[in-house]
Nanobody, 129 residues
Framework: QLQLVESGGGLVQPGRSLRLSCAHS????????IGWFRQAPGKEREGVSC????????YYAESVRGRFTISRDNAKNTVYLQMNSLKPEDTGVYYC??????????????????????WGKGTLVTVSS
């Protein structure tokens, strides 16, 4: 059974950094996508960043490009989201999600989060002074 467990959230001041981790297990597909999505209070869920396992294709939302970096450690079955220069508008619950395909990575991450097959429970990130 596929499982995703997020960690690394917390309270941080604007301009500081956090690194989120998503430990995954049970993925049996040869090609898959792991992504980070977030939902702020009163706002819709949005795709933040995604990565494929086969060619390291990545997607970043315009709002985080240049500040966030997604990476993966296959030996540890973990995907990371390094978040630098955090802003109050980055506040929200961050969810790790997986899809058993790499082809639709861009579409799922940018426009169709429902295409992701499995979701973690989320980790809260609060950016505030």
């Amino acid at each position: 059974q596929l499982q995703l467990v997020e960690s690394g959230g917390g309270l941080v001041q604007p301009g500081r950094s956090l690194r989120l981790s998503c430990a995954h297990s049970g993925i049996t597909s040869d090609y898959y996508t792991i992504g980070w999505f977030r939902q702020a209070p009163g706002k819709e869920r949005e795709g933040v960043s995604c990565i494929t396992n086969n060619d390291d294709s990545t997607y970043y939302a315009e709002s985080v490009r240049g500040r966030f970096t997604i990476s993966r450690d296959n030996a540890k079955n973990t995907v990371y989201l390094q978040m630098n220069s955090l802003k109050p508008e980055d506040t929200g619950v961050y969810y790790c999600a997986a899809a058993r395909t790499a082809i639709n990575m861009y579409y799922y991450c940018s426009s169709y989060a429902d295409g992701m097959d499995h979701w973690g429970k989320g980790t809260l990130v609060t950016v505030s002074s």
